[in-house]
């Protein structure tokens, strides 16, 4: 007995009658050949990434990845995918780095710390010249109620934590200082409006009195060294850290800065 049907037409026709699975679009094999080279990308960038010794930026990355590469787009599934594992990629300074997630600091601290040899009168400078950043010798001074000795802005410059931000443009033209982008990179900031508390001060006022940023400044000549140094030593000094410091409380200091070790003056 003949059948109607063909063995293959049985088989088209019974594979119809059965229910028809749901498809997902973006499973493994469906435009394969995007998926693989994205992959293919975010394992470079992840690399790249893991054994630089400084942060990277968008840019450095381009530069090291093939040309098509969506930079934005495999940075953000990195970030994503390592949020909540031991290791979080975080920006810093406009740069990427890796860094242990920070809840588990508490396991990796040591008892034995390496010392900045930092001063108090130093740790204090640092702060205010991150909160009012520029901001010249004698505003600093003005701050703080006592001078500063020469030595406390070169070892903070020498840190690479405090740069020459330029001269302003009023009587004596003094020399202006800001934080690095290796402070930021060194405290885990994005940005210095990433600051603590730096909303609640600006809200509050306190940091009103300083001029606004690249207020009346001009570039600082790269050959300009011995007018900086003259225009950082030219104030004279009324007293001493020594007679001020004694009156400080240690709690006053920024909590930012308490992972440094600090010497007594």
Same mark, same amino acid.
């Given at each position: 007995m003949h059948s109607d049907l063909s063995t293959s037409e049985r088989n088209v026709a019974m594979t119809s009658d059965l229910p028809k699975a749901d498809v997902d679009p973006d499973a493994p094999g469906l435009n394969q050949l995007p998926d693989a080279e994205t992959m293919h990308h975010v394992r470079m960038a992840e690399a790249l990434l893991f054994a630089a010794v400084e942060p990277l930026d968008e840019g450095s990355l381009a530069v090291r990845l093939p040309e098509g590469a969506k930079i934005p787009e495999i940075v953000e599934r990195l970030r994503s995918e390592y949020k909540n +594992?031991?290791?979080?990629?975080?920006? *810093?300074?406009?740069?990427?780095?890796?860094?242990? $997630?920070?809840?588990?600091?508490?396991?990796?601290? &040591?008892? *034995? &710390?390496?010392? +900045?040899?930092?001063s108090r009168a130093a740790?204090?400078?640092? !702060?205010?010249?991150?909160?009012? &950043?520029?901001?010249?010798r004698a505003e600093i001074e003005q701050i703080r109620g006592v001078s500063i000795s020469r030595g406390t802005l070169d070892l903070l410059i020498e840190t690479s934590w405090v740069r020459l931000a330029g001269r302003r443009r009023t009587p004596g033209r003094p020399v202006t200082y800001a934080i690095t982008d290796g402070f930021l990179e060194h405290f885990g900031l994005e940005d210095v409006k990433d600051l603590p508390g730096v909303k609640e001060?600006?809200? $509050? %006022?306190?940091?009103?009195?300083?001029?606004?940023?690249?207020? %009346?400044?001009?570039?600082?000549?790269?050959?300009?060294?011995?007018?900086?140094?003259? $225009? *950082?030593? !030219?104030?004279?000094?009324?007293?001493?850290?020594?007679e001020a410091l004694s009156s400080i409380d240690k709690e006053e200091i920024d909590p930012l800065f308490d992972d440094i070790i600090v010497e007594s003056d």
């Open positions: +594992r031991g290791v979080n990629l975080i920006r *810093v300074a406009g740069k990427w780095a890796f860094r242990t $997630a920070t809840d588990l600091a508490h396991i990796l601290r &040591q008892e *034995v &710390q390496t010392p +900045r040899r930092l740790v204090e400078t640092l !702060a205010i010249v991150a909160y009012h &950043q520029p901001v010249t001060l600006k809200a $509050a %006022g306190l940091l009103d009195s300083m001029p606004p940023l690249n207020y %009346g400044l001009t570039p600082t000549p790269e050959d300009d060294s011995d007018e900086t140094n003259e $225009a *950082v030593e !030219a104030l004279d000094e009324e007293k001493t850290e020594e």
